[in-house]
Nanobody
């Protein structure tokens, strides 16, 4: 499985960015997609998760109401739409996939495939 994340960049506080993660090598939709982020000197933290082709999602409290996770089946792509960005959202963002049995997990060790990360920087 290969995950390719893109869409990061520089934004001003209050602005928006949309991250994309394209999945290659999966032959079924029987898995979960997640977004995590890691700021310098901090541990990797959960951002959002979604079951492929379902409406059920789970977002961290810190981004709830501002971020949205969604999928595009035709493009094998997962999106993270980030609105009302704050300087504290600055981090490297990683997409990950895991088996369906983990549910909408916030535990990074339960995901078995990871993308390379894309940097998001929010200026005040």
């Amino acid at each position: 499985v290969q995950l390719q994340a893109s869409g990061g960049g520089l934004a001003q506080a209050g602005g928006s960015l949309r991250l994309s993660c394209t999945v290659a090598g999966r032959t079924s939709r029987n898995y979960v997609m997640g977004w995590f982020r890691q700021a310098p000197g901090k541990e990797r933290e959960f951002v959002a998760a979604i079951r492929w082709s379902e409406s059920s999602t789970y977002l961290a409290d810190s981004v709830k109401g501002r971020f949205t996770i969604s999928t595009d089946d035709a493009k094998n792509t997962v999106y993270l739409l980030m609105n009302s960005l704050k300087p504290e959202d600055t981090a490297a963002y990683y997409c990950a996939s895991g088996p369906r049995r983990i549910g909408l997990s916030f535990r990074s060790h339960e995901y078995d495939s990871w993308g390379q990360g894309t940097q998001v920087t929010v200026s005040s």
